[in-house]
């Protein structure tokens, strides 16, 4: 990691060096650039200067002769004043001396104009000189100021990248001291590297062993604990119940009845709008008491009578929507089976306004019609009409994002679930459109209502039909507004609720699985309630791991107890046989008894009174012996009882009883105990041999089970020797790689300290170099 963070380190101050060397090339071109400019610049400035000597030395020549020019002139003055004085004096003079003066005198004039046109064209020569000179000179000065300014800049451009540089020298001593030290650190790492290598090596055998374990016992535990994965199909993922959330479903509940109390607002509105209107149809143009409606207006109030018949279910579906969201559900659109029945209301309430739309519309044609509809009037019928037909193409719209809305519930590929989102928030822009076309109705209806006030056969029942059809109307504007504010404020809480559901899944494929769904997770719900019942009173743990052994080895293995309760079964079978054979035989005893008894005393009969009184008594005894047992209840002098397999029979005194029903009953009583003797002999051997067999057969388990194990641990011995030997392996290649590391590190180091000596020699040429370009910039 340290190796790792000093090449970045490096990395990073060689791409910053390279675009600094980068800069330092650019500014070297630039510094140039610059100094060849100003070269050229100087050269031009030395001619300027050679241009203006010779200017100034020809504006000095010209001054010069400017001065002898103007004595001459003077001079010539002076002489012109003389002659001029001579002149008045010699007035009498000869015309020579007169001619020759004025000759004179016009030379000298047209020497003196030439001279002064000469002086005017030196000074306006002068002028534009001078002015030309100044001009350049002030160039010249802008020019040598901005050069002077662009030189201080690339001096302090050179001095921050000497600044710089001397920085990353620093920085960069520190970090090779730095990885000086940090070498010796991860010397010292490495030693303790080895020594850890050590450790870890007996902590990955340790860890083997134990992982090794625990796979094996969680392969057992999913091999025989899971049945299938049910995340490699979609149609699997979408039976999963998802997490409930009875926030969520609170909250949809709680939306369902704000929008159940919404349609109950809105449902009588829309019946009375309906009613009032059918009312006001009966009243105007024509009054039904008075004259006989129009067929047309007689149809149209005959379906508007029918409108209770329409508009009632949807408060029913709204209803039964809010019943079937309750907290055990999941509320997506795939599991709300009662949207359907609401859409289907809402399909015929759509087709009972198609039906009814052209006679309202031919109505309000008639009422325009009529010799009382004025021209105002007439334009708000028109507005009525337009905004009739927008009312109705407003409930086709609605209706048909809500069955689009209820198809996921009933069909599988009726809507898509990236098409839910537009769906909702066109269904919020219907109402939002219901609710505007339905301000509109007001409106054109007050305004109406106003107008049909102030006709001179405006009635009171016609005042009143129109206040009771108004108010109508504006409870369907509040209510179509309130109902529109709900969709759009919830509308976000409805898009974000659509991915409550199997959430491996993109959602429900079908309403069939969202019902699977719903069962199963009725079934956890009630298998959670299970669960949480408290737990009965069971062995303890310490008692039942002491038991182990025993209970293996014991008889009550489950093969032993299915031999025994087979036997028990058979036994049983077997005694219900004997059992009706002895009730048969019983029965066939007491018919013989019967007849006996009816034989005997017929032949008694004919016998004295005593004799029959006698046998009279003694066959009664006889034959009450099986009811014997409800007579000894009330009678205790009567015969005693004595139960056996045989049946039920009768037991006397001995002194009432013969000696051969005396010996028979002792007979009958030996053999009976010897056969229960038997009986319990005949139980306790089958019982010890099923013992013994069960003994044997758990030894025999106990065997097979030791012989397994066996197996098991020579197998676990050859994977510990293999494990052993390859983790020897890799720690030798361990080893091998650590020493190369360590040997890559220590060239890596190397070579940064190369990189770092040719950085200080071209920092120092750099600096070399910037400090010559400064001296040449100061000399120039």
Known sequence: MASAELQGKYQKLAQEYSKLRAQNQVLKKGVVDEQASSAVLKEQLKMKDQSLRKLQQEMDSLTFRNLQLAKRVELLQDELALSESRGKKNKKSGESASQLSQEQKSVFDE???KKIEENERLHIQFFEADEHHKHVEAELRSRLAALETEAAQHQAVIDGLTRKYMETIEKLQNDKAKLEVKSQTLEKEAKECRLRTEECQLQLKNLHEDLSGRLEESLSIINEKVPFNDTKYHLYNALNVPLHNRRHQLKMRDIAGQAL??????????LNFHTYTEQRIQIFPVDSAIDAISPLNQKFSQYLHENASYVRPLEEGMLHLFESITEDTVTVLETTVKLKMFSDHLTSYICFLRKILPYQLKSLEEECESSLCTPALRARNLELSQDMKRMTAVFEKLQTYVTLLALPSTEPDGLLRANYTSVLTNVGAALHGFHDVMKDISKHYSQKAAIEHELPTATQKLVTTNDCVL???????????????F?????????ASLSYGPKTASGFNSPLSAECMLQYKKKAAAYMRALRKPLAESVPYEEAVANRRVLLSSTESREGLAQQVQQSLEKISKLEQEKEHWMLE??????KLEKENQRMADRLRSTSSAQLLG???????????PCQEEAAAKVPSEPMQSASLIGILTRTPDSEVPDVESREDLIKNHYMARIAELTSQLQLADSKSVHFYAECRALSKRLAMAEKCKETLAEEMKLASQNSSRLQDELMTTKRSYEDQLSMMSDHLCSMNETLSKQREEIDTLKMSSKGNSKKNRNR
């Open 111 to 113: 020497d003196l104009q």
């Open 261 to 270: 109390a919404f349609v109950q607002d809105l449902v009588p509105a829309l």
């Open 471 to 485: 108010s109508s109307a504006v409870a369907l504007t509040n209510g179509a507004g309130k109902i529109a504010s």
């Open 487 to 495: 969709f759009s404020n919830n509308v976000d809480y409805f898009i």
């Open 586 to 591: 019983a029965q066939l005893a007491k018919i």
């Open 615 to 625: 046998l009279a008594q003694e066959n009664a005894t006889v034959s009450t012996a």
